[in-house]
């Protein structure tokens, strides 16, 4: 007699089916995906796909408007704007992710030892966050940047640190509300110590509201170091950055150079939307229940 044996789909194959749905249920969410992955690309190779050396100056096309040349136009000092947006790309979204990476990678533990022990822990994790979230954030970037000098990794960590109190209290309220559901008890009563409930069965669930906070903060991040690269006290020129790119636009704005700053304007709209418009996507792709 022939044994019957049942195949199961494998994880990964299941986890990407599951990714796909989400993306094609929605068309909104699928437009959000295809920016954030154009941004990624342009973000990898962009500064090898560039038609123009981006710190290149030549003044004999300065301030030249869009053309089959020069796609978005020259600046001042007739360096080739498209290229320098593509390759401020790389810069701008290394510093959101590695900003948002450090404080969802503290914040959340933070959070969730919080809420689930209480206790004097929790007033201390609290105050800190409320302490933070008391300054206006833009401001608190601006002194920490300032006090520590515009290099990349201070911006870094400054806006690490106006981020952090967002995902103390999204992980804080979820441990809080679920750390006496029944399903915590199960797992306690099945010999799980407190550690191993907090990460793997607080954690998973604490994702989905966290994901829309890290879409959100990309945003947010992109926007503060473009921010402070146009008040000064971000990236120094000649280095490609939209807020440099941006700032050295704007005071041709009024003769007549509209494009100097349009163009990074653009990019840096696109994307603060992009990862606006990703945090429903985020949500939905690690939320377990959707997996059901």
Do not use: C
């Amino acid at each position: 007699m022939a044994a019957v044996t049942s195949t199961s789909p494998q994880p990964s194959s299941s986890t990407l089916g599951h990714v796909r749905h989400v993306l094609a249920e929605n068309p909104v969410t699928l437009l959000a995906a295809a920016m954030f992955a154009m941004f990624v690309v342009l973000a990898l190779i962009g500064p090898w796909i560039v038609p123009y050396d981006p710190l290149a100056s030549n003044a004999a096309v300065a301030l030249k408007p869009p053309s089959a040349a020069h796609w978005f136009g020259t600046d001042a000092l007739g360096r080739d704007i498209f290229s320098r947006v593509v390759v401020a790309t790389r810069l701008d979204l290394g510093i959101a992710v590695s900003a948002v990476a450090v404080s969802f990678l503290i914040g959340m533990p933070l959070g969730l030892a919080a809420g689930f022990f209480g206790g004097w822990w929790d007033r201390i994790v609290t105050r800190v966050s409320d302490t933070i979230m008391a300054f206006p954030l833009f401001v608190l970037a601006m002194g920490i940047v300032a006090a520590l000098g515009n290099t990349v990794g201070n911006i870094v960590l400054a806006t690490a640190i106006i981020n952090l109190p967002f995902y103390v209290r999204v992980a804080r309220a979820e441990a809080n509300v679920r750390r006496n559901a029944g399903w915590i008890e199960a797992a306690r009563l099945s010999g799980n110590g407190d550690l191993r409930i907090l990460a793997m069965h607080l954690f998973p669930n604490a994702l989905p509201p966290a994901m829309v906070q890290v879409s959100l903060n990309m945003g947010w991040a992109i926007l503060n170091a473009a921010g402070l690269s146009f008040i000064g006290l971000g990236v120094r020129p000649p280095d490609p950055e939209w807020g440099i790119l941006v700032a050295e636009g704007a005071q041709f704005i009024v003769s007549g150079e509209w494009w100097v700053a349009f163009f990074p304007g653009m990019a840096l709209m696109l994307a603060v939307f992009t990862f606006n418009l990703l945090g429903d996507a985020l949500r939905d792709i690690f939320d377990p229940r959707r997996r059901t």
